[in-house]
């Protein structure tokens, strides 16, 4: 490999990119490193390509004292040299850093065995090599760059929404979501957050419809009574109907039946979230509540550290396990009441949660009203943050509490 790094370097081009620090004398042996000397010279004096025959005669040359075995032997290898070609530049970028970082990592070493035997007496050897060394250091790094092609860009646009709202309104304003993605849905207790999931995921024209495989870990409510909120949705009838008339029930729910896997997930952090979308690959994550599968191992100084590591975490599961999550989150009691919902309104949250998400979707009510007997059925769906199409504001639509169906 020495005798083709040679042959590249007569190559001019080469010659000014290569030598030099990046291709220190020390990656050649004894012989090759006399051979490397005339070809410094020659460069230094011609500024030209050099051919392997003018070498071999520039080196004879300069070195008369040679012997005959000598003269045999450096023949051979200009022989040798001959049969090689030059390196393309991207091979040589990646021997010569390979070759760099190994004779730079040996003279570390002596050092650190010098130390190691008592024999340091400074840290100017090793300060010396930084010094000399740190601007020709080449990582051993190939990025795989994105397409800028236009087309290449629109279509990758087109699949963000891959997974579409089926709540008019909404998707008016937010046409859907894909994989890689975290959605952050936030709401006050009693408001509809389980339902909405169920909603968008099994209601008609829902992900569940549009070909979804979903993967619901539930860790509040009992698994089995979010299990009946997919059968309501899917249906549209009461469970009191869906009881009276099983067999038609069955064949509306059957393809969320299919799709749809829930697991009662208590106790749970987010290494167990990760083993589950290994495991199983779903296109949809629902963590409901996604703040409960924080790290119990974890030590954190304040709550909110500990949330902005979930929400990390989450984020890092959506992107490695091509998964969307729809992470489901409590807001504090100032969201009490309130229409005009904020994400500085997420519970025990400060910054760090609200930036993992690419959408956020906090849900209210109307403010009760003393006098009335039943709860209001409007609610108004704040787009706190939108990274996917930048539109914000309120959405207002309706919950059909029998069912759970979110509507315009």
């Known amino acids: 490999m020495e005798l083709t790094l040679i042959r590249s370097l007569m190559d001019l081009d080469f010659y000014k990119e290569h030598n030099g620090h990046k291709c220190p004398d020390k990656l050649f042996s004894k012989d090759v490193r006399k051979i490397k000397g005339s070809l410094d010279q020659a460069m230094s004096k011609y500024g030209r390509s ?6 071999e005669a520039l080196f004879l040359t300069s070195n008369p004292t040679l012997t005959t075995a000598q003269k045999a032997q450096f023949s051979s290898l200009f022989t040798e040299m001959r049969k090689h070609d030059v390196m393309q530049h991207d091979v040589a970028n990646d021997v010569l850093s390979k070759l760099f970082q190994q004779t730079l990592g040996e003279e570390i ?13 400074s840290l100017d050897p090793l300060r010396r090599i930084l010094d000399n060394y740190s601007d020709d250091f080449t990582p051993s790094l190939k990025v795989d760059w994105l397409d800028m092609d236009m087309d290449n860009l629109l279509e990758m646009a087109e699949l963000e929404s891959r997974w579409k709202f089926n709540i008019p309104t909404v998707a008016r304003h937010v046409s859907g979501i894909n ?7 936030g709401a006050r207790p009693n408001t509809g957050k389980s339902s909405f999931h169920a909603s968008i995921i099994a209601g008609p024209g829902g992900f ?6 979903v993967v619901v870990l539930c860790n509040e409510e009992a698994q089995h009574r979010v299990g009946n909120r997919y059968i309501t949705t899917s249906t549209g009838w009461p469970l009191g109907e869906v009881k009276a008339n099983r067999d038609a029930a069955l064949r509306l729910y059957m393809p969320t039946r299919k799709s749809v896997r829930i697991k009662d997930s208590t106790g749970e952090d987010m290494s167990y979230v990760e083993s589950v979308c290994k495991t199983y690959k ?14 119990k191992n974890g030590k954190f100084a304040r709550e909110d550290q500990a949330l902005k590591d979930c929400a990390i975490r989450a984020r890092q599961v959506a992107k490695e396990y091509n998964t969307a999550v729809l992470y489901m989150s409590q807001l504090s009691a100032e969201a009490e009441g309130k229409i005009l919902l904020n994400m500085s309104m997420m519970e025990g949250s400060r910054t760090g949660k609200a930036a993992e998400a690419d959408l956020m979707l906090l849900i209210a009510g109307n403010p009760a009203v003393e006098g009335e007997e039943e709860m209001n059925n409007q609610r108004h769906i704040t787009v706190a943050k939108n990274k996917l199409t930048g539109w914000h504001g309120i959405i ?4 059909d509490p029998e069912t759970g169906r979110y509507t315009s």
Request: one cysteine or more; a negative charge.
């Open 50 to 55: 050099i051919k392997p025959e003018e070498l």
């Open 109 to 121: 070493a002596n050092i650190g065995f010098d130390f190691v035997n008592g024999q340091g007496t």
């Open 179 to 185: 994989a890689g993605h975290l959605v952050e849905i």
């Open 208 to 213: 569940v419809e549009q070909g979804a495989s």
């Open 282 to 295: 779903p296109d949809i994550l629902v963590l409901d509540m996604g703040d409960k599968f924080v790290d």
């Open 396 to 399: 207002h639509c309706e919950i």
